[in-house]
Nanobody
Framework: QVQLVESGGGLVQAGGSLRVSCTAS????????MGWYRQAPGKVREMVAL???????KYHESVKGRFTISRDNAKNTVTLQMNSLKPEDTAVYYC?????????WGQGTQVTVSS
C-alpha cells in the first residue's frame, strides 16, 4: 500500500498562483504515472498533468502554458505549479499514482479561484 500525502492548494484570485505537491511513501523512480487529476462539482474527474514513465509529461489542453508539473525522485514528490489561475480551475485536485501492482489516489485538496 502506497501512502500519498498531498499539500498545498487553497484560495486565490483569478490570475494568481498556487502550488500543490504529492509525496509518495516509496520511490517514484519506476512509476507508470504520477500526477494530478481534478474534479469540479457536477463534472467528471479529468487529468490535469501527469509524469509518465521516467521522463514524459502530459497536460490537459486547458492548462498548457499555465501549469507546470515537476518531479523530485529523491524526495518521492511531484509538484504542480499553477499560474494564471482561472475560476474554471476551481476543483478538488487529486494526486494519482500508479506502478506495477498498485494504483492509488490521494484524498484530494481544494483549489478555489475567485473571479
Amino acid at each position: 500500500q502506497v501512502q500519498l500525502v498531498e499539500s498545498g492548494g487553497g484560495l486565490v484570485q483569478a490570475g494568481g498562483s498556487l502550488r500543490v505537491s504529492c509525496t509518495a511513501s516509496e520511490s517514484i523512480f519506476n512509476i507508470y504515472a504520477m500526477g494530478w487529476y481534478r474534479q469540479a462539482p457536477g463534472k467528471v474527474r479529468e487529468m490535469v498533468a501527469l509524469c509518465t514513465g521516467t521522463t514524459d509529461i502530459k497536460y490537459h489542453e486547458s492548462v498548457k502554458g499555465r501549469f507546470t508539473i515537476s518531479r523530485d525522485n529523491a524526495k518521492n514528490t511531484v509538484t504542480l505549479q499553477m499560474n494564471s489561475l482561472k475560476p474554471e480551475d476551481t476543483a478538488v485536485y487529486y494526486c494519482y499514482f500508479s506502478r506495477p501492482g498498485f494504483v492509488g489516489w490521494g484524498q484530494g485538496t481544494q483549489v478555489t479561484v475567485s473571479s
